[in-house]
Nanobody
């Protein structure tokens, strides 16, 4: 079955860096719009960054200049480089992808799940914890 799996979450000090990785199975990222979402307990699942098939990047205002999406089509991977991390970046980060629906059409959803959003593929999430 087609799916995405993310990895790379960790606990870091404020000001530190992490790189999250997302691997797709059963479909090609280059044929898809790919996004990173994050969710904190009691909060919405919010779009952090995305890269679409047309080559457009989107970044949430609070992460602009600190987070960067990169891609490796040969390995069918997408990455989220996170620099200058802040305690408010603490969340469960999910990779998501869809061949039809643009993530920018689903900037905020209730849960990071295909049952609660129009985005088809979701990973289980990787925890990022930033301490002050």
């Amino acid at each position: 079955a087609a799916n995405v799996v993310e990895s790379g979450g960790d606990s870091v000090q404020a000001g530190g860096s992490l790189t999250l990785s997302c691997r797709a199975s059963g479909f090609r990222f280059e044929d898809s719009d790919v996004a990173w979402y994050r969710k904190v307990p009691g909060g919405d699942c919010e779009l952090v960054a995305s890269f679409d098939r047309a080559g457009n990047f989107y970044y949430k205002d609070t992460v602009k200049g600190r987070f960067t999406i990169s891609l490796d089509n040969a390995k069918n991977m997408r990455y989220l480089q996170m620099n200058s991390l802040k305690p408010e970046d603490t969340a469960l980060y999910h990779c998501a992808a869809d061949q039809i629906v643009a993530p920018t059409k689903a900037v905020k959803v209730q849960y990071c799940s295909p049952s609660y959003s129009p985005i088809l593929y979701w990973g289980q999430g990787t925890q990022v914890t930033v301490s002050s």
